[in-house]
């Protein structure tokens, strides 16, 4: 009989390492911002071999929880910087970039992406990051 589980992933920030909201338009900015999608991947990538998530699914559900440090007023929206090199390293790579491959792709064929979810601070706690991926154990292919 198929179970869906959900399996929650620690992230290693206090808080979101890419804004809608960064600008520049500088190379050192682009190069910057470049280094930081791809440490973003990276990340990705060891925490799902360290979580011993599947790959070859058919279908995952991966939402990010935050939970600032203070009840300063935050967008959701804007958590979708770091969000999506989240999602694509947890889908297959391409050339030259980094992937698990729990979905061959994390176009909504294969990966739902729930809006991410600001969680209220808890006093004398900092800030924390972390994602909830939710997939059927029926559909597991490797």
């Given at each position: 009989m198929p179970d869906i589980v959900t399996v929650t992933i620690e992230l290693p920030w206090s808080r979101p390492l890419l804004s809608m909201n960064d600008r520049g338009w500088t190379k050192g900015a682009a190069m910057a911002k470049a280094a930081k999608v791809r440490e973003i991947r990276e990340t990705a990538v060891a925490l799902a071999i360290h979580a011993g998530l599947p790959q070859g699914l058919d279908y995952v559900r991966v939402q990010l929880h935050y939970q600032p440090r203070d009840s300063r007023r935050r967008d959701t929206d804007n958590l979708t910087a770091t969000a999506k090199p989240l999602?694509?390293?947890?889908?297959?790579?391409?050339?030259?970039?980094?992937?698990?491959?729990?979905?061959?792709?994390?176009?909504?064929?294969?990966?739902?992406?729930?809006?991410?979810?600001?969680?209220?601070?808890?006093?004398?706690?900092?800030?924390?990051?972390?994602?909830?991926?939710?997939?059927?154990t029926e559909e597991q292919a490797a």
């Open positions: 999602y694509d390293g947890l889908a297959a790579g391409g050339k030259n970039l980094a992937g698990y491959g729990l979905v061959p792709d994390d176009t909504p064929e294969y990966m739902s992406k729930p809006e991410p979810v600001i969680h209220p601070p808890v006093k004398g706690e900092g800030g924390r990051m972390w994602l909830e991926i939710t997939y059927n």
